[in-house]
RNA sequence: GCGAAAUUGGUGAAGUGGUUAACACGCCGGAUUGUGGCUCCGGUAUGCGUGGGUUCGAUUCCCACAUUUCGCCCCA
């Protein structure tokens, strides 16, 4: 037997009723806030994903999925989704006439060859959305703004965690500062957090071994290295989600490890029973991403959200979805001469609104009355040659079991009246 | 890349070094001579993740691998 592929799944029945609705919620917001859909390639040159993301972390060499083509080309299957936009960006030389920003959402497959575990799939489903041309306030206001009305669209109660790491002088300081900090300490860190200071050590700050530890604590906040117009945009910023009633929290430990960030990061938590804090997503400014992929020095913002720990956290907060998994007619005939009649009246019948079924196994009254309740069928139409001789059908109320004969011809009528 | 636990039918699962692998749900058929969902009866794993090994004999013990779940690393 073939398998399905280590840390894949599928999507169906119930669970793709959900996403449909989850899409819908998405397509509904972006299109107010005026964000276009944009899918770019699933796969790309590795260089795209391994340029910007540095030499900090494994990412590279590890997570992502990389293959050599039948031409000889390294691909790389996409792990996140903001290198493919910013790719487009710069391919397509849109940064030629900015008369108006650039803003595109997207809902795709991701990749990352990871080891699968609670909310970790190594195929996976990310919403994001980027907004490029603006280095306004009103832009991080507009990406932070979006992220979190989808949520509350969805019914989540979500937290949003900011922190700013300011522009790259102050982020330059700030890390200078950490390395200096934690050197005399670093007997008390963990082994990785030993390992985190030569290659990132904005990263300690995320340690779980050492959360608590007043080396931890203790150590240089962000928000003391912004210079002064850092720290006045980062006010203005919190000014504006008090003005539009966004809750934040600000956390000085959160940051983004990637040395094309700046100013504002944020990250969205819900609180969900039985699984606790769940990161849903983040984002941030991407001033210097841009100019890394070698394009202009354009200024970016932009989040992204897992998709599957969403539907995890609605699930697990027992949000109702809205799905239909009811028909509306279920269409039974008795032999086969009715059959033709059947087919007819179901075809008429999807074509004037209403979601039928029928029997395609044969099944005889007695399976087609079972089936009809399987698919929740809420009106039956029963064919049996002798009513059909005066063209008409039996239909049955599936709630109330009343029963009435209607000719054929009747029936949109009837049923738009009842259903 | 590292670590822990798990893997029995369509589903939930019980179980044992030795004839036919419980039970329940579901599904199929029948009682029911074409309007059912109740009830009753019958049928539903030549098989216990895959491959080796130990043994007279393994689903049961051992090893390897795969997959699943959960951690670590990492998290663009």
């Keep these: 037997m073939i398998t399905k592929q280590k840390g894949t799944y599928d999507i169906a029945g119930v669970e793709g009723k959900k996403r449909e609705y989850v899409n819908s919620i998405i397509r509904g917001i972006c299109e107010k806030y005026n964000y276009d859909y944009i899918e770019t390639p699933v796969f790309e040159a590795t260089e795209l994903f391994h340029r910007g993301v540095g030499e900090t972390s494994d990412l590279v060499s590890k997570e992502t999925y990389d293959f050599t083509d039948r031409g000889g080309r ?96 102050s ?7 950490l390395i200096e900090y934690f050197t005399p300490h670093i007997n008390n860190l963990c082994e990785d957090c030993k390992e985190r200071l030569n290659k990132n050590p904005l990263r300690i700050l995320d340690c779980k071994v050492d959360a608590s530890s007043d080396i931890l604590n203790n150590a240089p906040k962000t928000i003391d290295y912004l210079n002064k117009e850092s720290l006045d945009r980062y006010n203005k910023l919190k000014e504006y989600l008090d003005l539009l009633e966004i809750p934040y929290e600000e956390d000085q430990k959160l940051v983004r490890g990637l040395d094309y960030y700046n100013h504002v990061v944020f990250e969205i938590y819900a609180d969900i029973p039985n699984v606790g804090h769940l990161a849903l997503g983040g984002g941030g400014r991407y001033n210097g991403l841009i100019k890394e992929l070698d394009g202009p020095e354009v200024p970016a913002v932009g989040f992204a959200m897992g998709y599957d720990r969403t539907m995890l956290a609605l699930s697990e907060a027992n949000i109702n979805i809205p799905i239909n998994d009811s028909i509306d007619v279920y269409i039974m005939y008795v032999s086969d001469d009715e059959k033709e009649t059947a087919a007819y009246i179901t075809q008429n019948l999807r074509l004037n609104g209403f979601i039928c079924e029928t029997d395609y196994l044969n099944k005889g009254l007695k399976g087609e009355f079972k089936s009809a309740d399987r698919l929740k069928a809420k009106y039956l139409i029963i064919l049996n040659d002798k009513d059909l001789e005066s063209n008409e059908v039996n239909v049955k109320d599936n709630t109330t079991k009343e029963e009435e004969k209607v000719n054929i011809n009747d029936l949109v009528e009837y049923l738009d009246m009842h259903l």
């Design 74 to 169: 390294n691909i790389t299957l996409r792990p996140e989704g903001t290198a493919g936009v910013v790719r487009y960006f710069i391919e397509n030389k849109l940064y030629g006439n900015m008369t108006e920003p650039i803003k595109v959402f997207y809902n795709e497959k991701m990749y990352r060859y990871e080891r699968p575990q609670s909310g970790r799939n190594r195929e996976f489903t990310q919403f994001g959305a980027e907004f490029i041309g603006s280095d306004d306030i009103l832009a991080d206001l507009d990406i932070i703004s979006l992220a979190y009305q989808t949520y509350t669209l969805l019914g989540l109660d979500v937290v949003i965690k900011i922190n700013s790491l300011g522009d790259t002088e």
């Design 171 to 177: 982020r330059n300081n700030y890390r200078k500062a």
